[in-house]
């Protein structure tokens, strides 16, 4: 394709005489509805070259009933006909100059299996009808013809969309025409608010009644003021009341009319509701006030050190604390200030006070100075798979005056797992910082008296400070056996004189007067001087009943536990899929037989199948998008990965004919997975297991499976002849972290039926020790419809053109560049970013740049693709660039193409598939 022309668009240049009954076009959209390509029909319904509409919005192609430019407006758009052309052809209007007769289309979209291209969109200009007959009635609830065409510019004979977009769910819309008096709200717009079509009424006093009185600014004929232009688009938030009594944040979005005079005529657009997203800002904002109360202002020096994007920030206390006003430095700076790393900061930070993820200890600080200070450092730390630093988040509490030399470092060396003693004036400090932490402490002096509590130990305890101040710990925080209630009277001292880093101690329960026996986890440690004497001890506990972990965090740790205990099966698979390659080429080169090839290519693709599908296990859905989806095409998935290398035998019954669900796919594929598993692991011999899957469409009584519903849902049942469930166990086998194996997390079944709620489902169990355990879910149908087609096979494509292919596998250059001369390229070959660069520098120079460029992502030893493409954009905006990665991932081709790049291109890949990755960014 031709790059996106900077000269105005003549709206002429396509005369309206090509746009003749019967014709259709096809254009190629990405996730957000912006055009990449079409066919050359597709040039007839543009308002000028095709080139020019290359990465518009798609929806600027029509005369909307709002007609704006504005950013935001559009993507509503997109979104409300992305909603209604997948269920219907739609009809609208081509834009049209005010002297060109108007252009009916009817549009339909259909979603694509590509990784750039999302949609495939039809357009096709409908036959003329022979004669003209009487217009139908308007439908129930939609606005009356005039109302729908007084919009100033608005054709009153042109056809509308308006009539499928007021219905549709995608968004509430609105007209509020006070020139005629007259208003209307969509059914959507209504049911945003919680009522029914009949329960409001169609009046401008509904909306004044609903807004909330704070936010009376917003309403639609006080947006603002009219300056010259005879129309205005806005937007604006605000709430309105739902129909239960609370309130819902909207977005409207919209459009005002002006007479000549400048008095509003007319108000159109439509609301959404983002009460959700208000919800995560005002979290943010609440976060933002507890950063800011601990270390704003206050003398908590923090810093937060990105090693994976190679950012630092510092706050306030941290500047003055060092004598540097900058917030962001460099990271390598650090390693001037903690002094003890000696060189080396990953080193020192991932494994300071030991290898979890939290550690502290003292530490010193040198000044921008150059004066050494001692402090006590705490930080966390993340890490990747592979044991890479990523980030450290830290904070510094001085141990003495900054102006203070620092003690001998051997009194602390002495000690790694003690704390120094606070000075009186960093006590003043603590309340502030220890009272903003979800765990309870409590501090003690040299001789075991309490000396502090925090609000949390208080609240846990149930009593305050100054009623246990100079009270012996062991006295307030009286630990007893939760194995036979016996009073552990030696345990914190037994804790302090183990060995090695202080552990988590959860075998206990906390004795509180006028209080049951309540469960506690907890650790403590040594205060110690500069002297290396003993002055006090720290104590840290909590319920181990807040600990569990969110749905999503579960869903994670679940997978990639899982991941651990397929890796095994899913190598045993690929070594096959790698023995019928290597054999049918090897056939083929020492026979000169090439009848295996095809089972070679067979065993490529379903190879290429098996790792998407387990990066999409790995990496769950990261849009949390719900699909509609055969219960059968989830099962298949499930069982290819859980059941790869197992001589377990697996007997599935699916009813083809089953309802459709609606769910995130990755996350009901983990479900089944973790009870393939589970039951495999229940055989005491898996050459003998057996699992029956069977799936059906039930339709369940009110309060037959409690809690769901009465309808119609999918029931899919998971069947062992494993060892089955004791009675004594069944009734805990969906608690995060309970276990009956050796080797277990116990965060399967939590994370299976965590997911199935989530859908709206339940999830039953039933089993006999010795006989085995049946699992069965049940999902809701759903009503939407479930998109099906056929698509042809891919054909090669011959084009021409000037090729630079970058990797750094030598062995896949030869072979792509054999592919791409048979397709009539020209090619040219670099192994590294910097290779790339000096060959486009060189042929840009001479005014004859490269048609595209094909990148790898990872190059060893060298630069990269992402990192080549941005120096390319530097050179030559205009670069057409091709992303190559081995990671088949939609969330991974979503950012590139949103970064620039043209086409995301995985391998493995035919040349068919090459092929038509070139023509489809070419322009063919």
Known sequence: MSSPSSSPIDPHSRPPALRRPGLSATFLLNARGHILGANLAAEAFCPGPLSAQIGQPFVTLFAFEVVSDDPELLDTQWEVLSATATEQRVPLCLRHEPDESPTEVRVELEEADGTDIAWLARLAIPPREPAASPAPAAAPNTPSPTAATTAPSASTDAPTAWPQLVQSDAAGFFDLNFAADETHYSPAWKRLLGYADADLANTYDTWLKLIHPDDSAAAPDQVGRHTRSDRRSFSVEFRMKHRRGHWVWINCVGVQIFAADGELQRVVGFHLDISERKEVEELGVIAEDRLDALCGDGELAVFDLDFAEGRAWTSPAWRALIGDPVEHPDIGVFTQHLTDCEGDLTHYLAHFGGDAPWGNGPATLRRSDRVDIPVALGLQRRVSRRGELLRVVGCVLPASSPHAQPPPRAGYSAVPFALPVPTPAEQEKLPGVLNALHEAVILTDAHGGITFMNTRAERFLGRPTAAVREHPLAEEFRLLNASDRQPATDSIELALEADGAPRLHTEHLLESEGQPPRAVAWTVRQLRGPDDRIGGLALVFRDPNEMSLTPEELIRANRFDSLGQLAGGIAHDFNNLLSTILGAISIAKDNRDYDKLS???????????????????????????????????????????????????????????????????????????????????????????????????????????????????????????????????????????????????????????????????????????????????????????????????????????????????????????????????????????????????????????????????????????????????????????????????????????????????TKPYRIAELSKMLKTVLGG
């Open 599 to 905: 089972d070679a290519e067979t065993a490529c693709m379903t190879a290429k199948t098996l790792t998407r599908q387990l990066l999409s296990f790995a990496k769950g859905n990261p849009g949390g998008t719900y699909t509609v989806t055969r219960p059968a095409d989830v099962l298949r998935d499930a069982v290819r990965v859980a059941a790869a290398g197992s001589p377990v035998t697996i007997h599935v019954e699916l009813d083809e004919r089953a309802g459709p669900i609606e769910v995130d796919r990755g996350q009901i594929i983990q479900v089944y997975q973790n009870l393939i598993i589970n039951a495999m692991q229940a055989m005491a011999d898996p050459s003998q297991g057996t699992i029956w899957i069977r799936c059906r469409t039930v339709t369940l009584a009110e309060g037959r499976v409690p809690p769901l519903a009465g309808g119609d849902y999918v029931q899919i049942e998971v069947q062992d002849n494993g060892a089955g469930i004791p009675e004594d166990k069944i009734d805990r086998i969906f608690e995060p972290f309970f276990t009956t194996k050796k080797t277990g997390t116990g965060l399967g079944l939590a994370t299976v039926l965590s997911i199935i709620r989530k859908h709206g489902g339940q999830l039953g169990v039933d089993s006999t020790v010795g006989v085995g355990t049946s699992f069965t879910s049940f999902l809701p149908v759903t009503t939407k419809s479930l998109e099906t087609g056929v698509r042809k096979a891919a054909s090669l494509r011959y084009g021409t053109g000037r090729v630079l292919f970058m990797d750094d596998e030598k062995q896949l250059c030869d072979i792509s560049k054999t592919m791409l001369e048979g397709l009539d390229y020209k090619v040219d070959l670099a192994h590294r970013g910097e290779d790339a660069l000096a060959l486009y520098r060189r042929y840009h120079a001479v005014n004859r740049p490269y048609d595209v460029v094909l990148l790898d992502l990872t190059i060893v030893g060298g630069m990269g693709g992402e990192e080549t493409f941005k120096k390319l954009k530097e050179i030559d905006p205009d670069v057409r660039a091709i992303v190559s990665s081995g990671y088949d991932n939609d969330e991974m081709a979503r950012q590139f193409l949103e970064m620039g790049f043209c086409g995301y291109l």
